[in-house]
């Protein structure tokens, strides 16, 4: 199991930019395949915002943040850059990790450890 912790949510003006980051440690051998950063916002599901593979580094983005949002990872640290905020970005933010082989392909389905979030507020 792996455990996982968020920080770097506040406030920001609509166009803005947050940086966020998280911290991970536990079973990461056997454990992290991919890790990813979901948003959940105010009375809707949770969804994924974008994935990396821990190991070789490829990134896939959900579609409504392609162009503005960038991931990267680190030995121990997943970040999220969030650039040309907008009031929709508003939403608890989660990073996860998705066990899996060296090779093997992740989805956002695939996740199973979670952090407890991190508020992002975007204001107009």
């Known amino acids: 199991q792996v455990q996982l912790k968020e920080s770097?949510?506040?406030?920001?003006?609509?166009?803005?930019s947050l940086r966020l980051s998280c911290r991970?440690?536990?079973?990461?051998g056997n454990d992290v395949n991919c890790l990813g950063w979901f948003h959940q916002a105010s009375g809707k599901g949770r969804e994924g915002v974008a994935r990396i593979y821990w190991r070789g580094g490829a990134a896939t983005y959900a579609s409504f943040v392609q162009g503005r949002f960038t991931i990267s990872s680190g030995p121990d640290t997943v970040s999220l850059e969030m650039d040309l905020l907008k009031p929709e970005d508003s939403?608890?933010?989660?990073?996860?990790?998705?066990?899996?082989?060296?090779g093997s392909t992740c989805s956002f389905d695939d996740f199973g450890d979670w952090g407890r979030g991190t508020q992002v507020t975007v204001s107009s």
């Open 8 to 16: 770097g949510g506040g406030s920001v003006k609509a166009g803005g």
């Open 24 to 28: 991970f440690s536990g079973n990461t």
């Open 91 to 102: 939403a608890i933010y989660y990073c996860a990790a998705a066990a899996g082989s060296l």
